[in-house]
């Protein structure tokens, strides 16, 4: 350990809520550049290299076949797809020294259907599953939690590659069994939840959810039934409005009242009996692709959920409208009706028709309206589910009620279809010599992630407690003061085992090894010392116990090489079952 590049150090450089990141900073296994910018040493680069080898038993043993693709990719095929357009600074965009334009790749959709498209000809030859584990780069506007949400990455991203949705549907189930496979040979516990498609687009999609605190996506589940979305799609079971006569429209004086609060507040309602109208500028839906005003509405007591309102209307980015080009659709701030507005697209949420005499803005400074009716005082453009759920509102599939929990997306499946093919040119010939469209799937774990996941749900106040799995060494040595020969010779006896081991030598305190193997978290420690072997014998600790046990030395390297088997068989996967 005196020859280890990395240090351990007492407090972490650097500030992060997630404990697990502080534990990787104090052991030494990271250091940070920038922002979202990484340098992993050798003790991560161990533990990495242990992540991927899982992650390649497991994509190789359903067929995968491991290729390498490269990060830089000429614009050209992101244009075909219209991808280039569509994502915004997200997508680090360069040019060559001939001012070709060039992207640094964040997924690699476009480039696995270029290079299908040249090299696949037959129906004969799908189907296939390719991958590579491969650097990425998202230019993240706000890069947080560690190695949770970091711009540059390294990703295993797959491809399945199918003749028809049949295909597609068979590996994609395969792709969620493997998926529950990896993270359960690298301990970490995960569920499975319907998510928002975004910019991959396809049929269907699910994510592989580690559920914590420090998370940043929001999951709502029904413990009656199992009901688990990401809060982005998340439905909820919408409460049945009273039967009532539809009342007269009635102008009322609401002088400051400019939020769903104060109108509340200054009529003494309740905001379920009001209209809360949100105004965005969307992309991609105005004449020739550009923004157009999006005027949605949604009942008080609920908020507009962007995700779906993005779904609803097609858009490819939302953003605030600023004042003025609300009054240019003839609406007025704070108090915007959509009974009169102009050129907007008008969306309510499927609630607002079954929900008679709702009070809504009026168009006017400081006025509102009573008794404002869908179908009699407005209509729209659309109507959809557009609100966010929350914790405690119905669940849509039982009688039970919804609960709130954070969580890290470690994986991620999608299916494709066909419109990346169809729009880079990637067909092959049917049996029938008909040109078809390669049914796609996309499937992809972020390797860094998942190591910093793994290290937020292991660890202690004393440091990191690694699954067997995961740990940059099996074994640490600990050598004492004359016990340094019998540890040299234990640790080469264990490595004739096959165990990778951490020879602690280092001329320091007894104290200052044990907190360091603490805190690197190696699976079993042992140490030698004079007394140990004065006895001829070792001490024997697994990280998670907190007493040691002694094993004959001539026997200490069988005796671990039998605890870390049984480490292993802990995290052996026994799984079925799937999307």
């Not at 923004?291 to 959920?305: K, P, S, T, Y």
């Not at 165990?499 to 030698?528: C, H």
Request: charged letters at 25%; a negative charge.
């Amino acid at each position: 350990m005196r020859t280890l590049f990395s240090r351990t150090v007492r407090e972490s450089p650097g500030v992060t809520e997630a404990a697990g990141h502080r534990l990787l900073l104090r052991a030494g296994f990271v250091r940070q550049l920038g922002a979202g910018l990484f340098s992993y040493l050798p003790l991560a680069q161990r533990s990495l290299r242990r992540i991927e080898t899982i992650l390649r038993e497991e994509i190789d043993r359903i067929g995968g076949q491991e290729i390498t693709m490269p990060v830089v990719n000429p614009a050209s095929v992101w244009q075909a797809t219209g991808r280039w357009q569509q994502i915004g600074a997200e997508l680090a965009r360069l040019q060559d020294r001939e001012g070709r334009d060039l992207v640094l790749a964040m997924t690699h959709e476009e480039v696995i259907a270029a290079l299908v498209r040249d090299e696949v000809r037959s129906y004969r030859q799908l189907p296939q599953l390719l991958y590579h584990i491969q650097t990425k780069f998202r230019d993240d506007p706000r890069p947080r939690g560690g190695l949770i949400r970091v711009r540059e990455f390294t990703m295993k991203d797959s491809y399945s590659l199918d003749r028809d949705e049949a295909g597609l549907d068979r590996q994609y189930r395969a792709h969620c069994e493997a998926y529950r496979r990896i993270f359960r040979r690298c301990g970490l516990p995960v569920v499975d939840v319907g998510a928002d498609a975004g910019m991959m687009g396809g049929s269907g999609t699910h994510e592989f959810m580690y559920l914590t605190p420090v998370g940043e996506d929001t999951i709502l589940s029904c413990p009656a039934c199992g009901y688990r979305a990401n809060r982005q799609i998340a439905r909820c079971r919408k409460p049945e409005p009273a039967s009532e006569q539809l009342a007269a429209p009635e102008r009322v004086h609401t002088p400051g009242a400019a939020t769903i609060g104060e109108l509340c507040e200054l009529l003494a309602i309740p905001a379920e009996r009001t209209a809360k109208a949100v105004l965005l500028m969307g992309a991609g839906i105005g004449e020739h692709g550009s923004e157009r005003l999006i005027f949605a509405l949604v009942r008080g007591d609920m908020d507009v959920n962007e995700i779906k309102l993005a779904q609803a209307t097609g858009a490819t980015a939302l953003r605030p409208a600023a004042d003025q080009e609300i009054r240019a659709a003839g609406a007025v701030p704070g108090y915007a009706s959509p009974a009169d507005v102009r050129g907007a697209l008008t969306v309510v949420d499927d609630l607002i028709p079954a929900t008679p005499n709702l009070v809504g803005g009026a168009n006017e400074p400081d006025y509102h309206v009573r008794n404002l009716n869908y179908g009699r005082d407005f209509r729209a453009d659309v109507i959809a589910d557009i609100v966010s759920a929350e914790a405690g509102a119905g669940c849509p599939s039982c009688s039970g009620a919804l609960a709130l929990s954070r969580g890290v997306e470690v994986g991620h499946v999608f299916r494709l279809g066909t419109w990346i093919s169809e729009a880079v040119g990637c067909t092959f010939l049917d049996a029938d010599g008909a040109a078809k469209p390669v049914v796609m799937g996309s499937y992809g774990i972020g390797v860094g992630r998942l190591l910093a996941c793994v290290a937020e749900e292991h660890h202690d106040e004393a440091g990191l407690t690694w699954p067997i799995s995961a740990a940059p060494f099996d074994v640490h040595v600990v050598a004492l003061r004359g016990g340094e020969e019998g540890a040299a010779r234990l640790a080469a006896g264990l490595s004739e085992q096959g165990l990778d081991v951490l020879l602690d030598d280092r001329d320091e305190r007894p104290g200052v090894k044990f907190n360091d193997a603490d805190l690197i978290g190696a699976p079993v420690r042992m140490t030698v010392s004079a007394r140990t072997v004065a006895d001829d014998q070792a001490e024997l600790k697994l990280r998670r116990d907190a007493k040691p046990s002694r094993a004959p030395l001539t026997a200490a390297a069988g005796a671990v090489a039998k605890a870390c088997a049984a480490l292993h068989a802990e995290l052996a996967p026994d799984l079925e079952g799937g999307p």
